[in-house]
């Protein structure tokens, strides 16, 4: 499309309300758009293309890191803006990994071995392996949700098999949005098959949403790579 004089065209070719192409460009997730002596607003191509990649962004990684993400584009070199786009992606690939390790980790949950010595994470490595603070670790203990062993003199915190094994499905259902006491539910009936299945399922839609939010990050990469394309590349050195 050419250059949009009305801000109605641009709703229609967008799938927004006229109302909401206003809020959007006040939010800075579109550019301003140029007033005519008129008063009217101009739009170009490249509003529509941002207003088509915040709606698949929003469903990626929701509306507040979307306009986030978008209005940031608008003052990025094309270097920063395409890595800001590839975070994102990234991020849902962590999440994905994340909950895949915690359905393997479900499968032997309820083994009795105990790993072996090299099978044990401090806090700090438990943390960053999962992606959390070591306070978090520490609150989950004080739920009773990850019981770590304490094998120092220190009585530092010390997690062996079993409990990464735990804090792992733990970490899943809390970015899943699960509240602690429906993750203390869940992990205090693991032992019974109910339970485990229950766990199980949870896991599932967790990987079935995290895969519609990559669908919706993919159908807003055509646009993206519109507005990406109108960046700034900086001048060569020297």
């Not at 460009?25 to 941002?50: K, S």
């Not at 990684?61 to 990234?90: C, K, M, N, Q, Y």
């Not at 990850?146 to 259902?173: K, M």
């Not at 949403?209 to 990050?217: D, G, K, N």
């Amino acid at each position: 499309m050419g250059l949009a004089v009305r801000t109605v065209e641009v709703a229609e070719e967008s799938g927004y309300s006229v109302q909401q192409v206003r809020d959007l460009e006040r939010l800075g997730v579109i550019p301003p758009a140029v007033r005519q002596d008129n008063g009217y607003r101009v739009y170009t191509a490249t509003h529509v293309h941002a207003l088509r990649a915040y709606r698949g962004l929003a469903g990626a990684v929701g509306p507040v890191e979307a306009r986030r993400l978008l209005a940031g584009l608008w003052t990025a070199t094309i270097s920063e803006a395409a890595a800001a786009v590839d975070e994102v992606h990234v991020r849902l690939a962590r999440e994905r990994e994340e909950a895949l390790r915690a359905q393997r980790a479900l499968q032997g949950i309820r083994a009795e071995e105990t790993g072996r010595d090299d099978d044990s994470m401090t806090i700090t490595q438990l943390a960053e392996a999962l992606g959390v603070r070591s306070s978090t670790l520490r609150f989950w203990e004080e739920e009773g949700l990850v019981r770590p062993e304490r094998v120092t003199t220190l009585r530092a915190r010390r997690y062996g098999l079993p409990a990464i094994r735990a804090a792992r499905v733990v970490a899943a259902l809390r970015a899943g949005g699960y509240g602690i006491p429906a993750v203390r539910e869940i992990m205090g009936s693991l032992d019974d098959a109910e339970g485990l299945e229950d766990a199980r399922r949870i896991l599932r839609v967790r990987l079935d949403r995290i895969a519609a939010r990559s669908v919706e990050l993919l159908r807003a990469g055509a646009d993206l790579a519109a507005v990406i394309a109108t960046r700034r590349t900086p001048p060569p050195p020297g």
